[in-house]
């Protein structure tokens, strides 16, 4: 056997091996990465979508690497008016300098100037779906491919369970 044929040969294990022990993970962030893509793990502003505890969570998991979701703080409420009608700030009692019209808008638009095109994110959302469902299948295809063509299952399981077992008690920990 030449030396180049023995290198492939090693090559191909060693790739096979670690896409055993990655599959997991890439089955983990290609799922959660499509929730995320439509934004199905967090409540947006005036819209009345609660998402799903454990989309959340994954959600966390995927972007911050752990399981802890931070509470959200509350807008604070406007401050209360005095009988003056003042704030009761007391940053209220000090002058405030009033601003030029300079300061505000210190570039007039032209009167023919268009506004931009709104940016309709749509199509770029369904390609990305497309590539997760895309990286999902093949994962899935690479495991079934792992057992069909490779004489040792015991070493292909082992790998797919540490790949399963590591990220879980890393998270935990």
């Known amino acids: 056997m030449s030396s180049s044929h023995t290198f492939l040969k090693y090559t191909r294990l060693v790739h096979l091996y670690l896409g055993v022990f990655i599959a997991p993970a890439l089955l983990f962030f290609a799922f959660t990465g499509a929730l995320q ?7 947006t502003r005036g819209s009345s979508y609660k998402p799903p505890a454990w989309a959340v969570v994954l959600g966390q998991i995927h972007k911050k690497q752990t399981p802890i979701v931070p509470v ?6 406007d401050k209360p008016a005095d009988k003056s009608g003042r704030s009761s700030d007391k940053s209220a009692d000090k002058p405030q300098s009033v601003p030029s019209d300079t300061t505000q808008n210190p570039l007039p638009k032209p009167a023919d100037a268009q506004a931009p ?9 369904i390609f990305f779906l497309l590539v997760s469902i895309g990286l999902f299948v093949s994962t899935i295809s690479g495991i079934y491919m792992s057992y069909k063509y490779i004489r040792n299952r015991i070493l292909v399981t082992a790998l797919l369970l540490a790949g399963v077992i590591l990220p879980v008690v890393l998270t935990i920990a």
């Open 37 to 43: 893509t439509f934004s199905l793990h967090e409540t």
């Open 72 to 77: 959200r703080k509350t807008p604070p409420l």
């Open 117 to 125: 095109k709104p940016h309709h994110a749509l199509p770029l959302k």
